[in-house]
């Protein structure tokens, strides 16, 4: 589980942005999952889906799929990001998610999920700057959308 001060290994630090509520933030600072859907050309909620993701100090979030998922698909299409902490029971909120192609990030962030997740030390499902370029994998930063 990756610790609330690891976000230095991202940027400098600074104070998480002021969008998410104090409970949401919490529970991503703790959370190993979050559950992610997106909105399909008919209007309906896609499938919810859960993944790994890292979060940086100033509340955005990072994660990486197939080119070919679906999430991949409708993200470059303008989908919103529908975000659910811990479980599809947990705080919810909605983003705006933007390809990441910038090496040193990813591979910043390959290194966070390395301290996150056991299997991401030893290698295995992180993300590599070397697979975004090759066009295997896809990168996105999520910006949490501001509460109404």
Request: glycine content about 8%.
């Amino acid at each position: 589980m990756m610790a609330a001060g690891l976000g230095w290994l991202l940027w400098p630090s600074r104070a998480p942005a002021a969008v998410l509520p104090p409970a949401t933030l919490a529970a991503l600072q703790t959370a190993d999952l979050i559950y992610v859907a997106t909105r399909r050309k008919d209007g309906a909620l896609g499938e919810i889906s859960p993944i790994w993701f890292a979060l940086t100090d100033d509340a955005k979030i990072f994660f990486s799929t197939a080119p070919t998922s679906w999430k991949a698909r409708r993200i470059a299409a303008g989908s919103p990001l529908f975000i659910w902490v811990g479980g599809t029971d947990g705080p919810m909120f909605e983003g705006t998610a933007a390809p990441v192609t910038d090496a040193a990030l990813i591979d910043r962030m390959g290194d966070a999920y390395a301290q996150k997740y056991w299997i991401a030390w030893f290698g295995l499902f992180k993300p590599r700057s070397g697979r975004v370029a090759e066009g295997k994998t896809v990168a996105f930063l999520v910006t949490p959308k501001p509460a109404e």
